[in-house]
């Protein structure tokens, strides 16, 4: 595929690239980054009309749903709603049925990855860290890391057990890979469907108390420390988590961690509604919680930003909420929402939000950093910082539409992604 | 006079006007009680539904009798004996019900919220007859009726829920309720039993009954839940009883007239002791009879506004 994308404004922090240019990319390569380029025989032509150009984004928290859970999305729906969501890479949770803990269904997610849109959108497994993501044994890693996981968690799990937690720990720091914990005490939260506070009290509704995340992230931190491995945090939601992963950083611990866009967007107080879409874990939290995690973001301690897409369908939402499974999908409104609520209200900068969807998520899973150079292999995210749009989750590309962000307005939307050779765009 | 709302899902919001007319209007439903034919035409030809998905022989009964003596056509749905255990999700139950043309629900649900979903998947008008631990708003409703009716005002009363507060409907509406009407309320029970951010509701908590029953003019007593035990709320029931326990000897302790109520059913010599339950303190039947009428009143507001 041969494209020449003219009135970029790439962007690339690492190489402290901020500039107009034409990108001309021929067979998947950079062969001229300058201005007033020209477009060689049967090259595609876009005028990108100042849309930046980033390297390529990465969600390293998403749940493909397949093998087992085909109602609810595919691999190839899920790369769809990536590639639509501005992501030219994503990672895929191992709570599948049966779960990600054997080589060959990691290696056949990938497979089947690369039929999907000419193989634009890389899927990168996260297997499971115990066998069945039962807490018990440890899953096969080598094997896995193998077949290209590259990383391990028992998500939407935690590892209760603190003995098994450091086996997990001690042995995937062996292949250097790092275990993400789903950081959650279920003997606290057990019945629990929503953060516990005021708005809990108010609805008499079982709550999970954000303790609940704090003691476990505190209990895993040490044990990384004593073992010097990797500990990534999934979905962080709390103040008391994002304190503790402040300190770990600053004993320079390799504790990292990430943030879904509903928790730095949304509290408890959407749960009044008892909108089965304001469900999922770790819960929405309150505001002094969200305020912590916009400044944890603006102060580096959040690393990444990842949407912990869950989708659900339409009927297993419509139920009472204590029996609706928890979970929203997010990949196709992450950008709109990170640029609305972080970039516009100045919490973070746009090279920020680059480092957090991109360079930090890469670094993290050992995955070689993207270059916007001559010779490198092309792999951008396209995206309009002021294109404003409402969302309307039945354009959705994913095959499920469980989003509370229905009808919002957003600045900021991906116009398309190129990868692998291949390149998508969105048609509005 | 109209309700504000066609639904009566829960106390929280609901303006004082609302309350004192469904409270007004009771009085003369109460009336109706007292005659030899407790009988009147209002809803005649109205069809009620009653789905209650958790067993309840009170409230159920006290909502049925409410319905007849309105002369209204009543179907009672249980949760044992229905397409519930053949995996019917409740949206597909109610619509199907609603298919048949009946006008009202009555709904009691183990799942907070579950009442406002109702309202939202049906046309038909829904009442609240307790979701989960959230609202039990007819309860509540009788409670202050009953409060009323003995001190001839609401306002400026220091009522005291005590028990179980944290998986409480009853106490939860009452607060609501209690406090649009501008009584001051307060809790007491065992720490692990009384939600953390209950003060911000604008109630005062007491861990010492004792201390609770000094400034009480009312005190509402909650049945204590013996499956909490397993899940280490509170150690025994003989604990409970010592430190938490309404007896006659707290009560005199008080040297105070303080008057007793409960939503029943009582756990005798529990929450409550026997000489207490059936004391001259005790309001607790008054309540029973006071909850038909307060029924009636509801079902007549709800049911007759579109």
């Not at chain 1, 899927?123 to 890693?141: F, I, N, Q, Y």
């Not at chain 1, 469980?402 to 390149?423: D, E, Q, T």
């Not at chain 2, 067993?55 to 409410?66: P, V």
């Amino acid at each position: 595929m041969d494209i020449l994308l003219r009135n970029c404004r790439v962007v690339s922090p690492a190489q402290k690239l901020d500039e107009v240019a034409d990108l001309l990319i021929v067979a998947g390569t950079f062969e001229k980054i300058g201005t007033d380029l020209t477009a060689p025989e049967g090259c595609v032509i876009r005028d990108m009309l100042g849309a930046v150009a980033a390297p390529g984004f990465i969600d390293m928290h998403v749940h493909l749903r397949e093998p087992g859970f085909e109602h609810k999305e595919t691999i190839e729906s899920g790369c769809h709603a990536a590639a639509a969501g501005g992501f030219t890479a994503v990672c895929c949770m191992p709570n599948t049925n049966p779960a990600i803990d054997d080589a060959g269904i990691a290696a056949s997610i990938v497979e089947k990855s690369r039929n999907v849109l000419q193989g634009v959108v890389d899927v990168h497994p996260v297997a499971a860290a115990t066998k069945g993501r039962e807490g018990k044994e440890l899953s096969p890693m080598m094997e896995l890391a193998g077949a290209g996981a590259v990383a391990f968690t028992d998500d939407g799990a935690p590892i209760q057990s603190a003995e098994v937690m450091r086996r997990a720990l001690e042995y995937a720091s062996m292949i250097g890979k790092p275990i993400i914990q789903h950081a959650e005490d279920t003997a606290m939260t057990h019945g629990g469907a929503m953060n516990e506070g005021f708005v809990s009290t108010a609805l008499g509704m079982q709550a999970m108390p954000p303790v609940a995340e704090d003691i476990i992230v505190a209990r895993d931190i040490r044990l990384a420390e004593y073992l010097d491995a990797q500990y990534h945090v999934a979905h962080i939601s709390t103040a008391g988590a994002a304190e503790l992963v402040r300190s770990a950083k600053a004993k320079k611990l390799r504790v990292t961690c990430e943030v879904t866009p509903h928790h730095f967007t949304l509290t408890d107080e959407a749960v009044r509604s008892f909108d089965t879409n304001t469900k999922m874990n770790p819960p929405l939290r309150s505001r002094s919680d969200v305020e912590a995690m916009k400044a944890a973001l603006a102060d580096g301690t959040i690393d990444v930003i990842a949407t912990d897409h869950a989708p659900h369908s339409y009927d297993e939402k419509q139920v009472e909420y204590i029996y609706a499974p928890f979970g929203i999908v997010g990949l196709e409104t992450a950008l709109g929402l990170a640029m609305t609520e972080l970039v516009e209200k100045k919490i973070i900068s746009l090279h920020q939000l680059i480092e957090k969807c991109s360079i930090n998520p890469r670094k993290i899973l050992h995955l070689a950093a993207i270059e916007i150079a001559e010779g490198k292999r092309a792999n951008l995210t396209l995206f309009d910082p002021t294109r404003e749009w409402v969302v309307d989750t039945q354009r959705f590309k994913s095959k499920s539409k469980n989003s509370p962000f229905h009808g919002m307005k957003l600045r900021g939307k991906a116009v398309g992604i190129i990868n692998n050779s291949s390149s998508y765009f969105s048609e509005s | 006079m109209a309700l504000t709302s066609r639904h009566l899902l829960g106390l929280e919001g609901m303006a004082k006007e609302d309350i004192n007319l469904i409270l007004d209007t009771t009085i003369s439903f109460r009336e109706v009680l007292e005659r030899p034919i407790k009988k009147v035409p209002t809803l005649q030809g109205k069809t009620i539904v009653n789905l209650f998905f958790e067993s309840s022989t009170r409230t159920r009964t006290s909502f049925e009798l409410a319905e007849r003596r309105l002369s209204a056509d009543v179907v009672n749905f249980s949760s044992d004996a229905s397409s519930v255990r053949k995996g019917e999700t409740l949206k597909d139950t109610a619509r199907n019900i609603e298919m048949m043309k009946i006008d009202m629900v009555v709904m009691r649900h183990s799942a907070a919220g579950s009442m406002d979903f109702l309202s939202r998947v049906i046309d038909a008008n829904v009442i609240n007859a307790g979701d989960g631990a959230h609202e039990h708003p007819t309860q509540a409703l009788l409670d202050m009726y009953t409060i009323r009716e003995k001190f001839g005002k609401i306002e400026g009363l220091n009522i005291c829920i005590v028990g179980d507060i944290a998986h409480s409907r009853v106490a939860l509406s009452n607060i609501y309720g209690l406090k649009t009407m501008g009584a001051t309320v307060s809790v007491c029970g065992p720490k692990t039993l009384i939600p953390r951010h209950i003060m911000d509701l604008g109630v005062q908590v007491f861990y010492d009954v004792d201390e609770a029953l000094a400034s009480a003019d009312v005190v509402n007593v909650l049945r204590i839940q013996l499956e909490r035990q397993d899940r280490a709320f509170f150690p025994t029931l003989r604990e409970y009883r010592q430190y938490f326990g309404i007896s006659r000897e707290r009560l005199d302790r008080t040297k105070r007239s303080i008057v007793i109520m409960h939503p029943g059913p009582i756990n005798r010599d529990v929450e409550l002791s026997a000489d207490v339950a059936d004391s001259e303190h005790s309001l607790i039947l008054q309540q029973v009879l006071n909850g038909v009428a307060v029924r009636m009143a509801v079902l007549f507001l709800i049911g007759t506004r579109k």
